[in-house]
């Protein structure tokens, strides 16, 4: 006769598949979970509740510490709670006829890699006809015809059901949605797996403020807006997006890289290579032949991949002031901590008239992660171009002292390990207490089992 120890089995109560004993040991101290060790309702957690792959979070999928973050790229001490949908006073709505809605649900990830891959699309996989109608506070900004797309890779969300998508709008016509922005283009962020957008900084300020407050000048503007979808006449969702001023945009590089422009991205590029996106005056694509001083930098480079500028072709105040707002915002997924890309999610932008670039800080969702953010941070940044000022001994102070006058990130880690790791651990822990507690009440010891072989 051989018996299963009565006491191993009973830190698995309540597992799935619980009924079979052997299945208890898959789920120790677990509620209605499988192959997890103190979870709620998980599987292949550790610590978590309604979470998959999942370590101290709740509602969530592949994720450290997080709250309701379902993306599939690694969530690590995130809220991604969608922010209640009140108290603002702008409204986007999209209108769509159903046919053109359901091309706009069609377009999958992985068709828009490939296609994204290829230099082509499917119609599904473009921009998609709509009208929308824009409002500030009572005024009706906009009411025409527009075109929308889907956007985003981590951020990628299904329309059908809807599920948050990120999109970039063109409107009919130029739209002021604040003194000094105006244009026909709109960004519209989802903050499906950070809010930097809007807000997590000191003072629940944006990363964008941040930089601002450091004294960059080539940030985009933002705004929280309400959306509305519809389709054919019935609503479908509202929700609470940031709208953020697009860079690729005559409006934007004008007004901060005068008329003569050019405009690169980088982009998950592992050797640091941009991808041309736009020039204007003498640089402008259609602007025809040039010739002689006109072409400084020239037409034949506009299409063509570009290298990280030199320390010389960009001005030091503004490149190591970019380099302490990345860290300062704790931008891990940007152009000078990247832990993946030598760049990434910036732009750059070159001025014409004097002949500097300039980086453009872009893809800030993810930013004010202290505890994700600690490995990144205490290296130097690598991006090229900082790389060579920091060759330099006073590029090198002028760094330190923007880093030194920016504060520590030490304490947004241990603001979240309070707010967000341990609340959670303490929710597990109120859930797996309160159904054993329930469970052994009513006298069920569905785990409490004796196995024996004649």
């Not at 040039?290 to 320390?311: F, H, I, N, R």
Request: charge should be neutral; include cysteine.
């Amino acid at each position: 006769m051989v018996s299963l120890l009565r006491n191993s089995l009973r830190t698995g109560y309540y597992s799935l598949f619980s009924a079979y004993a052997v299945f208890c040991l898959a789920a120790p101290a677990s509620v209605l979970s499988l192959f997890s060790v103190g979870s709620v309702l998980s599987f292949a957690s550790i610590a978590s509740t309604m979470s998959v792959f999942s370590i101290a979070s709740v509602n969530s999928y592949w994720s450290i510490a997080s709250r309701n973050c379902q993306g599939w790229t690694l969530n690590v001490f995130a809220d991604c709670t969608p922010p209640e949908v009140t108290g603002y006073n702008s409204t986007m709505e999209l209108h769509f006829e159903t046919r053109e809605f359901d091309m706009f649900a069609k377009c999958t990830l992985g068709e828009k890699q490939t296609k994204d891959a290829r230099g082509g699309k499917p119609e599904y996989c473009d921009y998609i006809d709509a009208r929308c109608v824009y409002r500030d506070d009572l005024r009706v900004l906009h009411d025409k015809p527009c075109k929308v797309k889907r956007k985003g890779y981590g951020s990628w969300r299904s329309v059908t059901p809807w599920k948050r998508p990120s999109v970039k709008l063109k409107l009919d016509e130029k739209v002021e949605f604040a003194p000094g922005w105006e244009s026909k283009k709109l960004t519209l962020n989802s903050m499906v797996q950070g809010q930097g957008d809007l807000r997590g900084g000191p003072d629940d300020k944006s990363a964008y403020q941040v930089f601002k407050d450091m004294g960059y000048k080539y940030v985009p503007e933002t705004l929280p807006v309400r959306i509305k979808v519809f389709r054919d006449r019935v609503q479908v969702a509202e929700e609470l997006y940031a709208a953020v001023e697009a860079i690729s945009d005559k409006y934007f590089m004008r007004k901060h890289f005068g008329k003569n422009y050019l405009l690169f991205e980088y982009e998950g590029t592992a050797q640091g290579v941009t991808e041309f996106k736009r020039g204007g005056g003498q640089y402008d694509d259609d602007a025809g032949e040039c010739s002689g001083e006109d072409c400084t930098v020239g037409v034949p480079v506009l299409k063509t991949a570009l290298g990280p500028p030199q320390t010389k072709d960009m001005d030091q105040e503004e490149i190591t002031t970019y380099a302490a707002a990345e860290r300062a915002t704790m931008h891990f997924d940007g152009s000078c901590f990247s832990r993946v890309h030598d760049m990434n999610n910036a732009y750059l932008g070159y001025n014409g008239d004097t002949n500097k670039f300039a980086l453009i800080p872009s893809g800030v969702d993810q930013t004010f992660r202290g505890c994700a953010a600690l490995a990144t941070f205490v290296r130097r940044p690598k991006c090229d171009s900082m790389l060579m000022c920091l060759d330099d001994l006073n590029c090198t102070a002028m760094y330190e002292q923007k880093v030194a006058d920016a504060g520590s990130i030490g304490l947004q880690c241990a603001s979240e390990v309070v707010t967000i790791m341990l609340p959670n651990l303490v929710l597990t822990s109120l859930a797996i207490a309160l159904t054993l507690w329930i469970m052994r009440g009513i006298g069920l010891r569905v785990c409490d089992v004796q196995v024996t072989l004649e």
